[in-house]
């Protein structure tokens, strides 16, 4: 009987020794660093003694990876003035040439992340308010050197005097992860 006891007790410990599961669970992964960059070129050998029509000033270019982002195009001289952009004479000159219309959008090159809408940047309407606009963005991929083209139109004024004229147009991206 004294040796039935231990062959059962010997069976039993066995089997809760071999019936406890051990597990580990581990955590791997890395990081995929935020982008989120924006560059220009403002063009500045613009023939502003004569009408244009949506003539490209300016192209901006922007690459971000964050899920959502807000670029914020301003015309200074505009905000400044509390209208819509103005190019002012510099140096000791006054003159001022009012640009009528100054929209941002695709130029067609570089990558819009899925689900982001192409811009449609307005920085100057007919009441003449405007000089600041948001393109904001949300995409499940991420955008690459996506290229904005600004255009601007102006009308002809034969009563401004020789100079170098400019618009400074400032443009933040702001991305939330």
């Known amino acids: 009987m004294k040796k039935l006891r231990t062959t059962a007790l010997v069976a039993s410990v066995c089997l809760f020794a071999g019936g406890t599961l051990h597990a580990a669970e581990l955590s791997v992964g ?3 660093p935020l982008i989120a960059e924006v560059m220009g070129m403002g063009f ?3 023939d502003l003694s004569v009408a244009a029509t949506d003539a ?3 192209q901006v270019i922007v690459s971000c ?3 959502t ?3 914020v195009f301003t015309a200074e001289n505009g905000t400044d003035a509390g209208t819509a952009p103005v190019f002012n004479q510099m140096g000791s000159g006054t003159g001022t040439l009012d640009i009528t219309a100054m929209d941002g959008a695709a130029e067609g090159s570089g990558t819009l992340g899925t689900g982001g809408v192409a811009p449609a940047v307005d920085l ?5 308010t405007l000089s600041t606009d948001t393109w904001s963005v949300t995409q499940t991929t991420a955008t690459s050197d996506y290229v904005i083209d600004m255009t601007a139109t102006w009308a ?4 401004l005097l020789a100079g170098f004229y400019k618009e400074t147009i400032t443009v933040t991206i ?3 992860l």
């Open 30 to 32: 890395g990081q995929v």
């Open 44 to 46: 500045t050998s613009l």
């Open 56 to 58: 490209v000033v300016a």
């Open 65 to 67: 990876n964050a899920p």
């Open 69 to 71: 982002f807000d670029v």
């Open 124 to 128: 100057a309407d007919a009441a003449g």
């Open 156 to 159: 002809e004024d034969e009563t």
């Open 174 to 176: 702001s991305p939330e």
